[in-house]
């Protein structure tokens, strides 16, 4: 059974940075795309960063492009999201899913889910 927990959310003022991390088991890491989702409030949910670190293909969102870094340590089945410069349109739940054949922003192409991690940007 694949599981993922994700971690690192919290309370951040506005120009701010916050660092996700996602743990994954249950599934061979490297060569599985993994990615950042995120839904705030009233939103539909927003795939924003994916990576598939066998081969080094990462892929961003416009509205993050620049401001994340998605990263991945194949030793400790670990994916991260590093976010800097974060405004307040940055608040949301934030997801990361894996068991994507490769990297997507549609949901339905990620067979497994964490739990949600909360990010709170104040302006």
């Known amino acids: 059974e694949v599981q993922l927990q994700a971690s690192g959310g919290g309370l951040v003022q506005a120009g701010g940075s916050l660092r996700l991390s996602c743990a994954v088991s249950g599934l061979t890491f490297g060569n599985s795309a993994i990615a950042w989702f995120r839904q705030a409030p009233g939103k539909e949910r927003e795939g924003i960063a994916c990576?598939?670190?066998?081969?080094?293909?990462?892929v961003y969102s416009d509205s993050v492009k620049g401001r994340f870094t998605i990263a991945s340590d194949n030793a400790k089945n670990t994916v991260y999201l590093q976010m800097n410069s974060l405004k307040s349109e940055d608040t949301a739940v934030y997801y990361c899913?894996?068991?994507?054949?490769?990297?997507?922003?549609?949901?339905?192409?990620?067979?497994?889910w964490g739990q949600g991690t909360l990010v709170t940007v104040s302006s």
């Open positions: 899913a894996a068991e994507g054949t490769y990297c997507s922003f549609i949901a339905s192409d990620f067979g497994a």
């Open positions: 990576i598939v670190s066998d081969n080094d293909d990462t």
